[in-house]
């Protein structure tokens, strides 16, 4: 009885702490996602006295109706509309670089190399203040270029595409340069095809950074009409703080996409993240 | 093959392009116009000043409060986060038969964007109705008061941003462990180590070099952490919560100093590679010792 006491103490100990740690990692989902499909009163009944039917979903659809009465449609449209284009513009631009990174030798390629990698080292928070006193400066204060065009360069969009087509084998480009192929060709319709995995979990980052963005449209695009979720989100929060099935409404569906998006592609995305290779 | 020397630029240049205008001459930007004031109002005209916004920085007692939150948070918020993720690396090194959801399930908070997960967490440490202080109160503690304690507020941003992060923190951890070979492990329990001596003398020893990279990003990104300060807590109570780059942003857009912004800016990153320097010199690899 000891002996298999001592055995199985850790196994269990590992359990114990696994859920406890499951628990406080999805508690909050379950409670969010639950609560927009209820009314308030029911919400805060719940919650005091506590019951687990907090987070067991409700059957009411109207803080959905509700907040898409409240313009959070417009905000929908316009996330989709500016994580779209800054994943197909940021593809291509950074992948061009990493094309070229990755098959040329040129003056300077080391030193470009390099501040490519430092600027991914710089937390964009840090200089969006500076960024936004630029777009005054140019003249794209409050619109969509603002909210697109300063994030599509990405250096560690460009560094995963490098790392890339730096492995493809030499004799496959060269043989195309033997048959006349130009380069646009080459990276086009040889090595972009090939680079299918990289360009999903790429996909995703620029997508991703661009749906989860805050602070920057929050600056840069104050106008209603231009508000991304997450800015909508956060003043459906003040705003209407009290009212918070449609909060929770709002927050399951500013974050539904993106987690549905990561749990598919998984691995591509926390490789592209993090160089990460789940096993 | 002369035709192709442009080839490499023409193919670089809209993303390095990109990268110089909108990652690089910011930070200079910054700089230069932490020189200047602005009148008010968008017709406003600036005037250069000098170093007179720094000067009056450092003549303000609001900097200097929120100098002393930025090293308060700084301080408790980096150990907490990298000790739960090395903690959950090292649990979820395990090979179990379901680790590899359990690890997916762990992983979702890296999807959740920090604004949801601020809205979220505000609702559930919310003093009245909040789900945190409605399950206290089934185990007898009173309810608590969280965002809106002066006390207490530090470490409710603390909870929300360690939710948020420490999986992402996690991930490269883990890697790191999975890199020791096992033929280590195998070696030293053959010595007769327990757990903690395979942790003390083979785990954290070759997990080193992991472990400073992920204290440097973390501490660079807990530096500009600044949502929950925007939709939760505008800085307070008294001043509390308001690090320098919640100040950076109220001078800004609130107050509409942006030389003063700018300013905070400027100095915020260079306490910021001043810190890393530091972590860097003191943590970093010493040839010749340790091994």
């Known amino acids: 009885m000891t002996g298999w006491w001592s055995k199985s103490w850790p196994v269990m100990a590992w359990y114990a702490t696994v859920a406890v740690g499951l628990i406080f990692t999805i508690a909050p989902f379950m409670w969010a996602v639950a609560g927009?499909?209820?009314?308030?009163?029911?919400?805060?009944?719940?919650?005091?006295?506590?019951?687990?039917?907090?987070?067991?979903?409700?059957?009411?659809?109207?803080?959905?109706?509700?907040?898409?009465?409240?313009?959070?449609?417009?905000?929908?449209?316009?996330?989709?509309?500016?994580?779209?284009?800054?994943?197909?513009?940021?593809?291509?631009?950074?992948?061009?670089?990493?094309?070229?990174?990755?098959?040329?030798?040129?003056?300077?390629?080391?030193?470009?190399?390099?501040?490519?990698?430092?600027?991914?080292?710089?937390?964009?928070?840090?200089?969006?203040?500076?960024?936004?006193?630029?777009?005054?400066?140019?003249?794209?204060?409050?619109?969509?270029?603002?909210?697109?065009?300063?994030?599509?360069?990405?250096?560690?969009?460009?560094?995963?595409?490098?790392?890339?087509?730096?492995?493809?084998?030499?004799?496959?480009?060269?043989?195309?340069?033997?048959?006349?192929?130009?380069?646009?060709?080459?990276?086009?319709?040889?090595?972009?095809?090939?680079?299918?995995?990289?360009?999903?979990?790429?996909?995703?980052?620029?997508?991703?950074?661009?749906?989860?963005?805050?602070?920057?449209?929050?600056?840069?695009?104050?106008?209603?009409?231009?508000?991304?979720?997450?800015?909508?989100?956060?003043?459906?929060?003040?705003?209407?703080?009290?009212?918070?099935?449609?909060?929770?409404?709002?927050?399951?569906?500013?974050?539904?996409?993106?987690?549905?998006?990561?749990?598919?592609?998984?691995?591509?995305?926390?490789?592209?993240?993090?160089?990460?290779?789940?096993? | 093959m002369r035709s192709d020397k442009h080839v490499p630029y023409l193919f670089l240049a809209p993303a390095l392009l990109g990268l110089v205008l909108f990652r690089l001459y910011p930070i200079f930007l910054a700089l230069w116009e932490s020189l200047f004031v602005t009148g008010f109002g968008p017709a406003g005209g600036r005037s250069f000043v000098g170093l007179e916004n720094f000067q009056f920085l450092f003549e303000d007692f609001v900097f200097w409060r929120s100098v002393k939150a930025t090293a308060i948070l700084t301080i408790i918020i980096n150990p907490v986060q990298i000790a739960l993720a090395l903690g959950l690396a090292l649990l979820l090194q395990r090979k179990s038969r379901n680790i590899r959801l359990i690890r997916s399930l762990f992983l979702l908070p890296i999807g959740v964007a920090l604004p949801i997960a601020t809205v979220i967490w505000g609702l559930m440490l919310n003093p009245n109705q909040g789900l945190i202080n409605g399950m206290l109160d089934v185990i007898g503690v009173s309810p608590q008061p969280f965002l809106t304690s002066e006390a207490q507020a530090i470490w409710a941003i603390v909870l929300i941003a360690t939710w948020k992060g420490v999986a992402f923190w996690m991930l490269f951890l883990l890697a790191g462990l999975e890199d020791i070979p096992k033929s280590l492990y195998e070696a030293i329990r053959v010595d007769g180590a327990n757990w903690f001596g395979r942790l003390r003398y083979v785990t954290m020893p070759l997990l080193r070099r992991t472990l400073l990279f992920v204290l440097v990003a973390d501490t660079a990104a807990n530096f500009v952490l600044i949502v929950p300060m925007i939709i939760l807590t505008q800085g307070g109570p008294r001043q509390t919560t308001n690090v320098l780059m919640y100040e950076a942003y109220r001078s800004g857009f609130i107050f509409q100093d942006f030389g003063r912004s700018m300013a905070i800016v400027t100095l915020l990153t260079a306490i910021t590679l001043a810190v890393i320097a530091l972590q860097v010199l003191v943590l970093g690899d010493r040839r010749g010792q340790d091994k």
């Open chain 1, 36 to 279: 927009s499909f209820k009314d308030n009163p029911q919400i805060f009944s719940e919650v005091s006295p506590f019951s687990l039917m907090a987070f067991v979903p409700g059957t009411d659809p109207s803080a959905y109706f509700a907040i898409f009465q409240n313009n959070f449609g417009r905000a929908v449209a316009n996330t989709v509309f500016v994580s779209v284009i800054s994943l197909a513009a940021g593809i291509i631009v950074n992948s061009l670089a990493g094309f070229a990174f990755a098959r040329f030798a040129f003056p300077g390629d080391r030193i470009l190399f390099a501040f490519v990698l430092l600027t991914f080292a710089v937390p964009p928070e840090a200089i969006a203040i500076p960024l936004f006193s630029m777009m005054r400066q140019i003249g794209w204060f409050d619109s969509f270029w603002a909210l697109i065009i300063p994030g599509i360069a990405n250096g560690l969009v460009i560094f995963l595409y490098r790392q890339f087509f730096a492995g493809i084998p030499k004799e496959l480009i060269e043989a195309a340069r033997v048959d006349g192929l130009s380069w646009w060709h080459i990276y086009w319709t040889i090595c972009m095809p090939l680079a299918k995995p990289v360009t999903i979990g790429a996909g995703l980052l620029l997508f991703v950074f661009q749906w989860e963005s805050f602070l920057w449209p929050l600056i840069a695009a104050p106008s209603p009409e231009l508000h991304l979720i997450q800015v909508a989100l956060a003043r459906f929060a003040t705003e209407f703080s009290v009212i918070w099935n449609q909060q929770f409404a709002a927050s399951t569906i500013a974050g539904v996409l993106p987690l549905i998006f990561i749990f598919l592609f998984q691995r591509q995305f926390v490789s592209a993240l993090t160089g990460v290779d789940l096993k």
